[in-house]
């Protein structure tokens, strides 16, 4: 799970660890999207039922790792979708029959961490990073009538530099919690960007350990026409291997 990976005390304490987590965010929507420079800026507000009902594909992956106060993380996300719907009536033209329109939208963001544990005491740890999230947003609609088709594509690329902190606290040998994370954009990509997520974390064996807790990514990106002004956030819950 993104920035949650579980990890008992003595797995903390260790000099070496790596940590690979396959994770699950269920995520609501919403913001100011505007993918097109032409096009006007469309409000978005939907619930991780409605995201759910569009998805073609949702794949989250975090990889942390430390070799002594040193330390790295790499978290990627990629959700393709797919929207329909038809068009009952057009401005000017009035109502129409036989019109729709199909939104294929792939989401992609990697977020690059590197950096230096600043506070190692038995059971608290803290971490200063610095990295980059970078993202990529492409978007086709297509509007169909009868065997007509007409097709539109476009994408947003742009890296953020962020910087952020990492705390874990182990409650038991098992049980612990967690917390990250970071802020950026400062205009050099986004206006805006920043994330926090907070987990709970249970070991069950050596090599394994279960998360759960909450996300919320917030971006602010506004260029050349083009908006992704937007807000995902909810609960996740990953399983952790550590090497």
């Known amino acids: 799970m993104r920035d949650s990976a579980p990890v008992s005390r003595g797995s903390e304490a260790a000099n070496w660890a790596l940590q690979i987590t396959p994770y699950l965010w269920a995520s609501g929507l919403r913001g100011e999207v505007a993918p097109f420079r032409a096009g006007p800026t469309v409000g978005v507000s939907k619930s991780f039922g409605d995201v759910l009902d ?42 129409v029959r036989g019109l729709s329109a199909k939104a294929d939208t792939r989401e992609i963001n990697a977020t690059l961490q590197a950096g230096y544990r600043i506070v190692e005491t038995a059971p608290f740890t803290l971490d200063l990073l610095a990295g980059a999230r970078l993202w990529k947003v492409s978007t086709k609609v297509t509007v169909s ?99």
Do not use: C
């Not at 978290?75 to 929207?83: F, G, H, K, Q």
């Open 54 to 95: 569009t998805l073609n594909f949702g794949g989250f992956l975090h990889v942390w790792h430390r070799n002594g106060r040193f330390v790295a993380s790499a978290d990627a996300m990629l959700v393709d979708t797919t929207e329909s719907r038809a068009i009952e009536r057009v401005p000017i033209f009035g109502p």
């Open 145 to 243: 009538y009868g065997n007509f088709a007409v097709s539109l594509r476009e994408s947003l690329d742009w890296v953020d530099p962020v910087i952020g902190l990492r705390a874990f606290y182990g409650l038991t040998d098992r049980l612990s919690i967690q917390a990250q994370g970071d802020i950026g954009g400062f205009g050099v990509g986004s206006r805006l960007t920043w994330q926090v997520v907070a987990t709970a974390n249970y070991v069950l064996t050596d090599r394994l350990s279960l998360s759960a807790g909450y996300k919320i990514l917030k971006t602010d990106y506004r260029s050349g026409g083009q908006v992704f002004d937007t807000t995902l956030q909810g609960p996740v819950a990953g399983l952790t291997y550590r090497f």
